[in-house]
Each structure stands twice: as structure tokens, then as C-alpha cells.
């Protein structure tokens, strides 16, 4: 099962989602694998500080920032149940190899008063890779929310009946998360009783719901 974190928007939380979610589902004998394909390397670089830190390894992180990314990933794959490929910004070879290797895409986006959550281009490159792939599934994902904002209550309404559909879970903007990425960690590493733990839980669990 691979599942792409993809939005042409940089700053979304693409890659903090991706290392969330492997963390949430990585297990002994459910290995998780996670495909940094940014050219910026922010997974990477937070396996790195990581190890740096001497914290156990729950998931491996590898790079793999090619347009032929969804013909190398069979092999690189291994007998991983799951693999989360974090996507580029803008770079559309990229994201369209993304596409063709995905099973599911998850696409995260940030409430706003305007209708940015909708990235166009986005949207254009699934549309182009559900031609050729008609079982491929995808999500909005809403992330960085302020509970009981206009904002938020909007951007559901304007999503209530989208397609792709939103995902009912989402994630708060809380400080933790960028000091997990800040420090190679997790939030429930950080605080594993607390709201942004539970945000991920119950994220990685409706998500498991989708997948076959
Ligand atoms: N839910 C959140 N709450 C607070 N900060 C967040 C949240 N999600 C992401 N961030 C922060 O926003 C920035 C961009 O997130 P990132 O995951 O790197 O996005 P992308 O990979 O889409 O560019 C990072 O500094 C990250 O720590
Ligand atoms: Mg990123």
C-alpha cells in the first residue's frame, strides 16, 4: 500500500503528516517505509536529527527525488506494508510520478477565507492520473486549524461535498508539531497524552479505514 502526501502549496504540512501517519502505523512487524521526494529533503533531514539525537529508529526515511520514482519504488519497497511518499512542491514530473506509484493520495490543505485550499494544479494532475488509474483514491486532509474558527467552519462548508471528499479528522496548528520536526521526534514522543497525539491517532485511524 502506498499512500502520497501531495500539494503543489509548500508549508501544508506534507511532510509532518507523512512522518506522523509512519509513525503511527509503523510496528515490529509492520514496517514503514517513508519516501522523502523533495528535492528540499525535509524528511531526511529529520531521520537525520533523529539519529543525531540518538532516538530509536521507528521508520525508515529515504530519498528518492526522481521522476522515476514510480518505477523504482516496487523494488526499494521491499516487504514494507507501507510506504508514505512525501511530495515536492511545485516540481510536476515529480508529483506525477508520485501519482502513478500511489494507491492513495492524501491531500492536506490549510483552512483560508479564499478557495487556496484548492490547488489547481493539483487537482489537474490527479484528474490526468485517475485516467489512467481509476481505483486511485484521494483525500483532503485539513491541517493547521484554529477550533471554532470562521475560517475552518468555511472551509468545511466549502468542502462538505468536494470531490475528492475531506477527511473528518484533522490537525490543530499547534507548536508541538514544528518542535517535532524541529528535534527528530514525534508528538507522542513529546507529549503522548496530548491533543496533537490524539489528532494523529485518530487521523491514522480513519485513514486505515480506506484502505483495503
Ligand atoms: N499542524 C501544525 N501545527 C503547527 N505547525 C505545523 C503544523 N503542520 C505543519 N507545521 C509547520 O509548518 C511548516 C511547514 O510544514 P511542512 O510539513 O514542512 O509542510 P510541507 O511539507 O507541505 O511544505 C513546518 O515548519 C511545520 O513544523
Ligand atoms: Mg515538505
Redesign the pocket.
Known sequence: MIVALL?Q?????????ALHLAGAWASADAPVLVVDA?PQG?ALDWAEQRTREGHARRFGVIGLARETLHRELPALAGDHALVLI?GP?RVTGLARSALLAADLVLI?VQPSPLDGWASAEMLRLLGEAQLYRPDLAARFLL??CATGSNTLRETRSALASSDPPVLKAQ?????I??Q??RSGQLVDELAGAGPGAREIAALASEIAGLIP
Not at 9 to 17: D, E
Open positions: 500539494n502549496k509548500g508549508g501544508v504540512g506534507k511532510t509532518t503528516l523533495d525535509s512525501d512542491p492536506p491541517n493547521r490537525v490543530g496548528q499547534r507548536v508539531f514544528a517535532a520536526m
